[in-house]
């Protein structure tokens, strides 16, 4: 967390702390003033009972009626502190609530402020290496084994940038149940090696070992799926080591489409896999946030796979090295 944000946490908490022991101040001060005022109301009554029953010499009825004054002094002692008691539990039930609710605000915050950063960088990148090959094809006269090889690099540059608007497009269209998904029969099999081509082909140097069963059909949306897929391999190749090699299984079972994509990175905390499924976060340690990332990866990852793959005809199981 910024520096800048924790100063407004500071703040916040701050006033939050102040407002609420106020408060509870106020209540317990008007609980306390109305048993006050209950008592003198009890000890006045007894006085003018005790006036009027000395008249008439009658120590029956003083008893009598000083026991139904001290029994109404402690229902109205009762009541204050039940509703003192209900007011109390309110309050910090509904502070209990603005509380989480400003942290999470912040949090929020923090994390739209990180995003934009990290789209930024990832954005520019593909844009200016797509701009200096074609400013390089414009200038310079290049024999066709450069040239074919500057077209090619220019075209995965622009597959990525595609993919990095499709994450944000898809992902605002989700949350507001916009998309509007589409049910086309279609090869997985090919779909996937497409995907496990693509990251060979930008990533060389990665150990890839694909193992994809031939001809497995299914209905879907083309556009969703290939989402889900690039962003677990782009999860697997950011944080497993260079040297290791990243496994995409594809096969079919008992009935079930499996897809496992397997690294051999450091994994996730138990206390982190739930959070990492939320819009915008990325893990706090050290070793993720010097990673490029845009924390939309798993979040589509769970969308697509809750929202769109429940309602398929056909199961699937899709395996997460956590």
Known sequence: MEASTKKKLARATLVYWFLLLYIIGALIWWLVLLQQQNKANAALKIDQLRTRVDSVANTSVYMQERKEIL???????????????????LIIVGAGFVYRAVREQLRTQQQ????????????????????????TLQKHQLDEVKRQKIIDMTLQETNRLNTLTNN?????????????????????SDLVK??????KNRFPTRD????????????GDPLLLAILVNNLLENAMKYSPKEKSIVCRLYSAKNKLVLEIIDEGLGIPDGEKKKVFDKFYRIGNEATRTTK????????????????????????????SF
């Not at 204050?80 to 109390?88: A, K, M, R, S």
């Not at 497409?194 to 990251?199: A, L, P, Q, R």
Request: glycine share 6%.
């Open 293 to 320: 990332g845009t924390g939309l990866g798993l979040y589509l990852f769970k969308k697509i796979s809750g929202d769109f793959l429940a309602r398929l005809c056909r199961r699937y199981v899709i395996q997460l």
């Open 208 to 219: 890839w070992s694909p193992d994809i069963e031939e001809e497995i059909e299914t209905t």
């Open 71 to 89: 029994t109404a002094e402690d229902r109205n002692t009762t009541k204050f502190l039940g509703e003192g008691i209900t007011f109390l539990a």
């Open 112 to 135: 739209q402020q990180n995003f934009m950063m990290a789209i930024t960088h990832e954005l520019k990148t593909p844009i200016a290496i797509a701009k200096l090959n074609l400013e």
């Open 194 to 199: 497409s995907c496990v081509n693509d990251y």
């Open 168 to 188: 944000i497009l898809v992902s605002s269209q989700l949350e507001g149940e916009r998309y509007a998904t589409s049910r086309e029969e279609l090869n997985f």
